[in-house]
């Protein structure tokens, strides 16, 4: 019955919460490049230690992703189907 | 009294709530245009039957038809804006948990001194890089929000101008 639970609940396990598309990439890798740098730049203006690393969310797509994700998608170009890793990651 | 950090952090996290809200209210404000439009859309069925087009050489009519289909455009340019009021748009959530413990431990280490500063002032740079990328986005939707409403208006108007005529096309084909 596990196909039934998933048509009535949202989980963190859910399939689209825990990977990311191929072809989200081209939609997504400017507003991550874009959030890199605002994050790189705010980190030197302000002196931090740690530089902001903000989560998006793409409600369209129900995509979220977090920073230790969108390292590995902006690192890989040539990333594969499904990057693996929780929320957090 | 507040310090520069806090004042810095209080600020930017009202801000940032706010145009979350904002971001809300214009996507709750589309209702308005989407309604017209589906409005209008009955309303050209009622056009359309009412219209004689064995008669479309009368005045009148090139005057009914004309504006009839500047009504149309108008209409496809506010579903355009109506699409677009929520394309693209992406959400920026606050660093999780997760993240501000690792920052919180980095920070131990190397400045361990300011851990409470440097903690407050990596929430108030995420607020404010959230606030700005909303700010950005909202900006846009406000706009394509603004322009639907505004070619609906238009929309509507030609078609109540099409109305009026009507009565002058109809005598005209003695119907």
Not at chain 2, 36 to 63: C, H, K
Not at chain 2, 118 to 132: C, K, R, V
Request: proline share 6%; net charge neutral.
């Amino acid at each position: 019955m596990r196909w039934f639970e998933r048509l009535f609940t949202r989980r963190r396990d859910l399939p689209c919460f825990n990977s990311v598309p191929q072809h989200v990439f081209p939609r997504l890798m400017p507003v991550l490049r874009h959030l890199s740098d605002d994050e790189k730049a705010i980190q030197v203006r302000m002196d931090l230690v740690v530089p902001p690393r903000l989560p998006i969310v793409d409600e369209e797509l129900a995509v979220i992703v977090g920073p230790g994700r969108r390292n590995a998608i902006q690192r890989d170009t040539n990333a594969p189907d499904q990057i693996p890793g929780s929320l957090s990651n | 009294m507040t310090s520069p950090i806090n004042a810095r952090h209080d600020l930017f996290q009202r801000l940032y709530f706010d145009e979350r809200t904002q971001r809300d209210l214009i996507r709750g404000s589309i209702g308005t245009p989407v309604a017209a439009i589906s409005f209008s859309v009955f309303a050209f069925g009622t056009l359309v039957t009412e219209f004689d087009m064995t008669q479309w050489r009368q005045p009148a009519s090139i005057f009914i038809i004309a504006l009839a289909c500047g009504s149309i455009a108008a209409m496809f340019a506010a579903i355009y804006h109506v699409v677009m009021v929520e394309w693209l748009f992406v959400y920026y959530e606050p660093p999780d948990l997760h993240e501000l413990l690792a920052a919180e431990e980095r920070i131990r280490a190397e400045r361990p001194d300011q851990v409470e500063t440097q903690l407050t002032e990596l929430m108030t740079a995420s607020y404010f890089i959230g606030y700005q990328q909303y700010l950005c986005g909202n900006t846009v939707s406000a706009r394509n929000r603004t322009w639907a409403l505004r070619l609906v208006m238009a929309s509507l108007l030609q078609q109540a101008v099409c109305f009026l005529l009507l009565p002058i096309h109809l005598a005209g084909s003695g119907g």
